[in-house]
Structure formats: C-alpha cells, structure tokens
Nanobody, 116 residues
C-alpha cells in the first residue's frame, strides 16, 4: 500500500505562486506514475498533470506553461509548482499514484484558493 500526504496549499493572490508537495510512504514511488488532480466546488475532479516513471510529463491545457510537475524518488515525493495562478485554479488538489497491476492510491488533498 502507498500512503500519500499533500501539503503546500493555501491562499494566494492572482498571479502568485505555490508549490505543492506529495509525500509518499509505505512503498517507493519509483515504479509509479504520479499525478495531480483537482476538484473545484460543485465540479467534477479533473486531471492536472502527470509524470511517468521515466520522467515524461503531460499537462492539462488549462495549466500548460504555468504548472510544472516533478518528482524526487530519493525523497519519495512529487511536487507541483504552480505559477501565474488564476481564480479558476481554486480547488482541492490531490495526488495520485498508479501502476499496472496495482491499486490507484489517493491522498486527502490540499486546498488552494486564489483570490484577492
């Protein structure tokens, strides 16, 4: 089993930045594809970014060029650097770990609020 704990959320003004962290325990994340998802109030959860075992990244069009996902396998941690934040980025951000033949693991989420 993999336990995931997100941190780094908070209140930020439009145009500001935040760095989210997702710390994993229980197993090494070396062999997992890691992803960030978000869910705004009264909306469906949506995919934000993923990073594969090999370090290949992909982003939702809404965050491309503003967000960067990275991983540090030595720290068993995944990050999401968020720049040029907009009010539409307000959501609960959750971390996911997935690999073939295993369960999909989720963290509890961290709140990001973009407001002046």
């Amino acid at each position: 089993q993999v336990q995931l704990v997100e941190s780094g959320g908070g209140l930020v003004q439009p145009g500001g930045s935040l760095r989210l962290s997702c710390a994993a325990s229980g197993r090494s994340i070396d062999f997992y594809t890691m992803g960030w998802y978000r869910q705004a109030p009264e909306k469906q959860r949506e995919w934000v970014a993923i990073i594969t075992r090999a370090g290949t990244t992909n982003y939702a069009d809404s965050v491309k060029g503003r967000f960067t996902i990275s991983r540090d396998n030595t720290k068993n941690t995944v990050y999401l650097q968020m720049n040029s934040l907009k009010p539409d980025d307000t959501a609960v951000y959750s971390c996911n770990a997935i690999r073939a033949g295993d369960l999909s693991y989720w963290g509890q989420g961290t709140q990001v609020t973009v407001s002046s």
